[in-house]
T-cell receptor, first 110, second 112 residues
Framework: QKEVEQNSGPLSVPEGAIASLNCTYS??????FFWYRQYSGKSPELIMS????GDKEDGRFTAQLNKASQYVSLLIRDSQPSDSATYLC??????????FGTGTRLTIIP | SQTIHQWPATLVQPVGSPLSLECTVE??????LYWYRQAAGRGLQLLFY??????ISSEVPQNLSASRPQDRQFILSSKKLLLSDSGFYLC???????????FGPGTRLLVL
């Protein structure tokens, strides 16, 4: 069974601090990984994709991929109250579909 | 640019009634299409996906069915709704060259 695991949280971070979200996956074959943000009552929104080992930065967001250790993380710098949401990690195991984690609920405390 | 539409946005249906939810994608051709359900406070459950017209893969056996009558149209149906069918139904399309996947706005279904 190919799986993606996330700590369900909730994770509380003070405003202005760095929020760190982690995800592990079960299959070394995975090549592509994605982070989605889902606000309460809304559909998930793609915020980052990462395909190779290392870091990928986009504004306040940095995705980190370590294929040897089979984990992917998302760092949010200078956290804002608007970052409060559930963050979903997803992996492409090469079987026509993405496998999603159950999500981590993040709360930014003003 | 690509857009994905779902309707209706919300739906309240009695137990035992039929269901038809529609999803259409604009601005792309031959996308992979997906139906997910999300129960309140829970993760995404993949229900069906399609890699082409008339091609449907079912992930979870249940009283729902899906059809893809046209390249950019995906329909989720039920002949008789159950209370447990309540949830947030999400359609998604996937850009195959990058593997990225995009969700529609969703349909919130309440079965009473």
């Amino acid at each position: 069974q190919k799986e993606v695991e996330q700590n369900s949280g909730p994770l509380s971070v003070p405003e202005g601090a760095i929020a760190s979200l982690n995800c592990t996956y079960s299959d070394r074959v995975s090549q592509s990984f994605f982070w989605y943000r889902q606000y309460s009552g809304k559909s998930p929104e793609l915020i980052m994709s990462i395909y190779s080992n290392g870091d990928k930065e986009d504004g306040r967001f940095t995705a980190q991929l370590n294929k040897a250790s089979q984990y992917v993380s998302l760092l949010i710098r200078d956290s804002q109250p608007s970052d409060s949401a559930t963050y979903l990690c997803a992996a492409d195991f090469g079987n026509e579909k993405l496998t999603f984690g159950t999500g981590t609920r993040l709360t930014i405390i003003p | 640019s690509q857009t994905i539409h779902q309707w209706p946005a919300t739906l309240v249906q009695p137990v035992g009634s039929p269901l038809s939810l529609e999803c259409t994608v604009e601005g792309t051709s031959n996308p992979n299409l997906y139906w997910y359900r999300q129960a309140a406070g829970r993760g995404l459950q993949l229900l069906f996906y399609s890699v082409g017209i008339g091609q449907i893969s079912s992930e979870v056996p249940q009283n729902l069915s899906a059809s893809r009558p046209q390249d950019r149209q995906f329909i989720l149906s039920s002949k008789k709704l159950l209370l447990s069918d309540s949830g947030f139904y999400l359609c998604a399309w996937r850009r195959l060259e990058l593997g990225t996947q995009y969700f529609g706005p969703g349909t919130r279904l309440l079965v009473l």
